[in-house]
Nanobody, 131 residues
Framework: QVLLVESGGGLVQAGGSLRLSCAAS????????MGWFRQAPGKEREFVAA????????YYADSVKDRFTISRDNAKNTVYLQMNSLKPEDTAVYYC????????????????????????WGQGTQVTVSS
């Protein structure tokens, strides 16, 4: 069974930074794209960023482009999200996700943007940005 455990959230002032981590276990992840999503109070979960199996390709939502950086360490089965220049509107619970099977990053991103209902989610980590 796939297990995803997010960590690194917290309370930060606007303009500050946080680094989220997601430890994955239960199967081999090194051949799968991985992504970060977030859900703010009263809103649907939305796509934030994704990275391909090797880490060589990434994709970001327009709202976080040039502020957030996704990376991965396949030896540790871990994906990271470095968040800089945080804004109050970044406040949300952040979740990581693994693609359902090995395929090009673009296919995973298009599916994620259509709000596909993935089976596996972690418990999430709360990020709160104060103004």
């Amino acid at each position: 069974q796939v297990l995803l455990v997010e960590s690194g959230g917290g309370l930060v002032q606007a303009g500050g930074s946080l680094r989220l981590s997601c430890a994955a276990s239960g199967r081999t992840f090194s051949s799968h794209a991985m992504g970060w999503f977030r859900q703010a109070p009263g809103k649907e979960r939305e796509f934030v960023a994704a990275i391909n199996w090797s880490g060589g390709r990434t994709y970001y939502a327009d709202s976080v482009k040039d502020r957030f950086t996704i990376s991965r360490d396949n030896a540790k089965n871990t994906v990271y999200l470095q968040m800089n220049s945080l804004k109050p509107e970044d406040t949300a619970v952040y979740y990581c996700n693994t693609d359902r099977y090995p395929r090009p990053l673009g296919d995973y991103v298009r599916e994620a943007l259509r709000r596909y209902e993935y089976d596996y989610w972690g418990q999430g980590t709360q990020v709160t940005v104060s103004s």
